[in-house]
Protein backbone atom coordinates (compact mmCIF):
# COMPACT_ATOMS: atom_id res chain seq x y z
CA UNK A 1 0.00 0.00 0.00
CA UNK A 2 1.19 3.56 -0.86
CA UNK A 3 1.20 6.32 2.03
CA UNK A 4 0.30 9.50 0.63
CA UNK A 5 1.75 12.05 3.47
CA UNK A 6 0.92 15.64 3.39
CA UNK A 7 2.20 18.71 5.93
CA UNK A 8 0.68 22.27 5.13
CA UNK A 9 0.44 25.59 7.19
CA UNK A 10 -2.79 27.53 5.95
CA UNK A 11 -4.13 31.46 6.78
CA UNK A 12 -7.65 30.39 8.03
CA UNK A 13 -10.06 33.87 8.18
CA UNK A 14 -13.70 34.23 8.33
CA UNK A 15 -14.58 32.51 5.46
CA UNK A 16 -15.01 28.91 5.57
CA UNK A 17 -11.97 26.89 3.46
CA UNK A 18 -11.49 23.21 2.90
CA UNK A 19 -8.89 21.70 4.70
CA UNK A 20 -8.89 18.68 2.96
CA UNK A 21 -11.31 16.91 0.23
CA UNK A 22 -13.17 13.70 1.30
CA UNK A 23 -11.30 11.50 0.39
CA UNK A 24 -13.30 8.33 -1.70
CA UNK A 25 -11.48 5.14 -2.20
CA UNK A 26 -8.67 6.11 0.42
CA UNK A 27 -8.27 5.44 3.85
CA UNK A 28 -7.52 8.47 6.06
CA UNK A 29 -5.05 6.77 8.05
CA UNK A 30 -4.17 10.07 9.96
CA UNK A 31 -5.38 13.57 10.48
CA UNK A 32 -3.86 16.41 12.79
CA UNK A 33 -4.84 20.00 12.70
CA UNK A 34 -3.20 22.64 15.09
CA UNK A 35 -3.75 25.66 15.70
CA UNK A 36 -0.69 27.79 15.20
CA UNK A 37 -1.75 31.12 15.27
CA UNK A 38 0.48 33.93 17.10
CA UNK A 39 -3.16 35.89 18.30
CA UNK A 40 -6.15 34.87 19.91
CA UNK A 41 -8.24 33.33 17.10
CA UNK A 42 -10.59 30.72 17.48
CA UNK A 43 -10.66 28.05 14.82
CA UNK A 44 -13.30 25.97 13.84
CA UNK A 45 -13.63 22.43 12.69
CA UNK A 46 -16.07 20.50 10.86
CA UNK A 47 -16.61 17.35 9.06
CA UNK A 48 -19.05 16.88 6.20
CA UNK A 49 -20.46 20.42 6.02
CA UNK A 50 -19.00 24.11 6.11
CA UNK A 51 -17.51 25.20 9.81
CA UNK A 52 -19.15 27.44 11.47
CA UNK A 53 -17.91 30.16 14.07
CA UNK A 54 -19.22 28.96 17.73
CA UNK A 55 -20.46 25.71 16.65
CA UNK A 56 -18.36 22.22 16.58
CA UNK A 57 -14.62 21.53 17.64
CA UNK A 58 -13.21 24.86 18.47
CA UNK A 59 -9.23 24.97 18.61
CA UNK A 60 -7.70 27.87 20.68
CA UNK A 61 -4.02 28.93 19.83
CA UNK A 62 -1.68 26.09 20.87
CA UNK A 63 -4.96 23.59 20.66
CA UNK A 64 -4.86 20.38 18.46
CA UNK A 65 -7.21 17.77 17.07
CA UNK A 66 -5.57 14.07 16.40
CA UNK A 67 -7.24 11.25 14.69
CA UNK A 68 -5.11 8.44 13.87
CA UNK A 69 -5.88 4.54 13.30
CA UNK A 70 -2.93 3.74 14.88
CA UNK A 71 -4.28 5.19 18.09
CA UNK A 72 -7.19 2.32 17.62
CA UNK A 73 -9.41 4.89 15.90
CA UNK A 74 -10.47 5.24 12.38
CA UNK A 75 -10.49 8.47 10.62
CA UNK A 76 -13.46 10.14 8.91
CA UNK A 77 -12.99 10.08 4.99
CA UNK A 78 -15.39 12.85 4.63
CA UNK A 79 -14.31 16.62 3.37
CA UNK A 80 -12.76 19.01 5.97
CA UNK A 81 -13.70 22.40 6.40
CA UNK A 82 -12.67 25.27 8.72
CA UNK A 83 -13.10 28.89 9.88
CA UNK A 84 -11.97 31.51 12.33
CA UNK A 85 -13.61 34.22 14.66
CA UNK A 86 -10.79 36.32 12.85
CA UNK A 87 -8.83 36.87 10.46
CA UNK A 88 -5.30 35.88 10.81
CA UNK A 89 -5.56 32.51 12.08
CA UNK A 90 -3.27 29.79 11.07
CA UNK A 91 -3.68 26.03 10.43
CA UNK A 92 -1.07 23.53 10.78
CA UNK A 93 -2.40 20.16 9.11
CA UNK A 94 -1.13 17.02 9.12
CA UNK A 95 -2.76 14.35 6.90
CA UNK A 96 -1.61 10.54 5.66
CA UNK A 97 -4.04 8.57 2.75
CA UNK A 98 -2.83 4.87 2.43
Same mark, same amino acid.
Given at each position: ?????? =??????????????????? !? =? !????????????? =???? %? *??? =??????????????????????????????????? *??????? %????? !???
Amino acid at each position: MEFIPR =QITLAVSTTVIEVSPETGI !R =Q !RLAISLANASAGA =QIIY %L *AWG =QNAAVGSGIALRPGASWVEAIDQAFHPSNLRITVI *ADNAGAV %LAVHE !RLG
